[in-house]
């Protein structure tokens, strides 16, 4: 099983930026980040493989940036240009199979907020 801890949430305005970090205990192939806010579904954000393949949720594009460090085993996600709607829990998961595929493990979390 794999650990992940999730860094770097808070509150920011509106049009600001933040990065998040998330830590593995291990070894992955392919590192997730997620959102959900109360009441909705988890939804995907971005993905990169260890070759550094990226993928982006359409509302993500161009304002997020997702990056990885495979020595530390760690993903980031850079939020730039953060929007009120982005305020939400972000969630990092990690996978073994295809990008379509949900991550098998999960972190716990952080919350971001966007004031406007």
């Known amino acids: 099983q794999v650990q992940l801890v999730e860094s770097g949430g808070g509150l920011v305005q509106a049009g600001h930026s933040l990065t998040l970090s998330c830590a593995a205990s291990?070894?992955?192939?392919?590192m997730y980040w997620y959102r959900q806010t109360p009441g909705k579904d988890r939804n995907f954000v971005a993905a990169i493989d260890w070759r550094l393949n990226t993928r982006y949720a359409d509302a993500m594009k161009g304002r997020f940036t997702i990056s990885r460090d495979n020595t530390q085993n760690t993903v980031f996600l850079q939020m730039d240009g953060l929007k009120p709607e982005d305020t939400a829990i972000y969630y990092c998961?990690?996978?073994?199979?295809?990008?379509?595929?949900?991550?098998?493990?999960w972190g716990r979390g952080t919350q971001v907020t966007v004031s406007s």
């Open positions: 291990g070894r992955t192939y392919i």
């Open positions: 998961g990690v996978g073994n199979e295809g990008f379509a595929v949900q991550p098998k493990y």
